[in-house]
């Protein structure tokens, strides 16, 4: 995209190298998460942000976007661009333009960006990154840049945090069924490209997927890693998915030979590996009972791959997720008597209830419910496959059929499904959950609070500790005070201390990542995955 990168601000921050105090020779600003109030998490939620990105920014943004769209592009074509979109919109001379013929003469960005460790987490208030002017003259430069590393930096660390949120509910429950641990990894597949705002978008905020799970349908994502963070998918499993039909294909095989596009998938497309057919373009109860039989002896004979990997995936994609895959909690008429109202049952955590008749009736549309709808997906295929149990005695159906969810799920919606297949007797390791709009899309900013806030300057020499405290705000907007460090305490966490001194703003947990054009610490994401999971610090 051919955008001037001297314009990747709001129009508010061309003039406050003017508004600053003369004199003013430094800005010193961090970058914090400040509130989870918003956020809405799970009782798996741990109340910390996973830290990634900023090495990331610091590469395609302060190098790469300024290096070839500023600094190797003539002076006078740069601050020309730059003075017009000044011009056309401020009015003439509105913004002088000395400071950038002078940043252009230097020809590197003189800052200091500091970063807590890549995959590091971090409570609320914990600042992530701080930013500092290394030359007094480009004091302005700091929050000149705030827009762009705000608008950089947000969104994926948000997404990284929701995905280890996900990655902590599965590891409960497969804990808990006694599912194979080996298979989380894929048990959460990113479905959210298409909804996000643009290829970059979905490219970086894809990375926070991968920081806790290889499933991935976002595929730029695994450019991105490679690009920015030392992944390299020749060597290491950066990112993974299977052969998947969607309903344009289903639709043009016709509803009348639905079957036999199942059968020429399965047969003659992909008689090996793993592959994953939408299955509810018309009648998914009937897939999974009718056609599931018809196909079984051709869905068996499947052969592994050269991974060792064989499996028919059917993926519902309509409805509500919790029923369709694990059924109808039902209230049996046994158990009603003439005093039972309705409201008593669903207060009891039951969906449907049985009738005098034997019928089975949905509380909430007061639909007369199959008997396949009454047992869900995953015992339907049980029923028909069979499989094996866990050494904590859950099912897990044959491992060449298999179910992925990937439409309205939510980490409310999974620990749903998980909980109600683990009183059903099966293990977490029966359904795959595709995310998308309802898990990387519905957020803002203001989802984990973050904002980047100047707290300290220095004016002809003298220091000035500043911070902001509104009055008829509810704390929230409170800043720390001076320059700051973050340490960690006896267990581990991190901490962060303010008005602290330069010698101590030196040491601490915030590593130099970027210095005047250079970036100084880079971070493969093999071990930014580790140090998500836990398993380094």
């Known amino acids: 995209m051919k955008l001037n990168v001297l314009n990747f601000i709001d129009f508010y921050k061309a003039d406050h190298r003017r508004q600053y105090p003369e004199g003013t020779e430094k800005v010193y600003s961090n970058f914090t998460p400040r509130s989870d109030r918003l956020y809405g998490g799970t009782k798996f939620f741990d109340g910390k942000v996973v830290n990634v990105g900023v090495e990331g920014m610091c590469k395609w943004l302060l190098q790469e976007a300024f290096n070839e769209g500023f600094f190797c592009i003539p002076k006078e074509d740069a601050v020309r661009q730059y ?16 400071h950038i013929e002078a940043l252009h003469d230097l020809g590197y960005l003189p800052l200091k960006v500091k970063a807590l460790p890549e995959g590091a987490k971090s409570p609320m208030k914990v600042p992530v990154m701080t930013v500092v002017n290394t030359i007094p003259e480009f004091y302005w430069l700091v929050n000149y840049l705030e827009t762009a590393m705000s608008n950089s930096l947000w969104k994926l660390m948000t997404t990284a945090t929701i995905a280890a949120e996900y990655r902590a509910i599965l590891e409960h429950y497969y804990d808990l069924t006694g599912a194979p641990f080996e298979l989380i990894d894929i048990a959460c597949h990113d479905f959210s490209a298409r909804g996000m705002c643009g290829p970059i978008d979905s490219s970086v905020s894809g990375l926070g997927h991968l920081t806790s799970f290889t499933g991935t349908d976002s595929v730029s994502a695994i450019d991105y890693a490679e690009n920015y963070y030392g992944a390299n998918s020749d060597e290491e499993l950066v990112g993974c998915s299977v052969p998947a039909t969607e309903h344009s294909v289903m639709c043009m095989g016709t509803k009348e030979d639905e079957i036999e596009t199942f059968r020429r998938l399965i047969t003659d497309l992909y ?17 999974i009972t009718e056609y599931t039989v018809t196909l079984k002896d051709e869905i068996l004979n499947r052969q592994p791959n050269a991974l060792g990997l064989c499996k028919t995936v059917f993926r519902p994609d309509s409805g509500d997720p919790v029923k369709i895959l694990t059924g109808y909690n039902v209230m049996r008429y046994k158990d009603i008597t003439v005093d039972t109202h309705v409201l008593d049952i669903e207060r009891r955590g039951f969906d449907a209830y049985e009738s005098h008749s034997g019928d089975v009736v949905c509380l909430k549309t007061k639909k007369t419910l199959t008997e396949a709808e009454v047992k869900g997906a995953v015992e339907c295929l049980w029923d028909i496959f069979g499989g094996t149990e866990t050494d904590k005695g859950y099912k897990m159906i044959n491992d060449k059929v298999g179910l992925i969810y990937g439409d309205s799920i939510t980490r409310e919606r999974a620990i749903a499904i998980l909980d109600r297949l683990e009183k059903k007797g099966f293990a977490a390791s029966n359904v795959v959950f595709g995310v998308g709009s309802y898990t990387y899309q519905f957020m803002t900013r203001d989802t984990l609070g973050f904002a980047m806030k100047a707290t300290y300057g220095e004016v002809n020499g003298e220091p000035r500790e500043i911070f902001k405290d509104p009055i008829t705000d509810s704390g929230t907007k409170k800043s720390a005070k001076g320059m700051m460090m973050v340490q960690r305490d006896e267990d581990g966490e991190y901490f962060m201390v303010d008005s602290v001194n330069d010698l101590c703003e030196d040491t601490g947990e915030l590593g130099t990542v970027f210095l005047d054009g250079e970036v100084i610490r880079e971070t493969p994401l093999s071990e930014i995955r580790q140090r998500v999971r836990g398993e380094i610090k």
């Open 83 to 98: 003075k017009r979109r000044m011009d056309n919109a401020l009015g003439p001379d509105a913004i002088q333009v000395d």
């Open 271 to 287: 008689p090996t590996g793993i592959v994953s057919i939408v299955s509810d373009t018309w009648d998914f109860w009937k897939v």
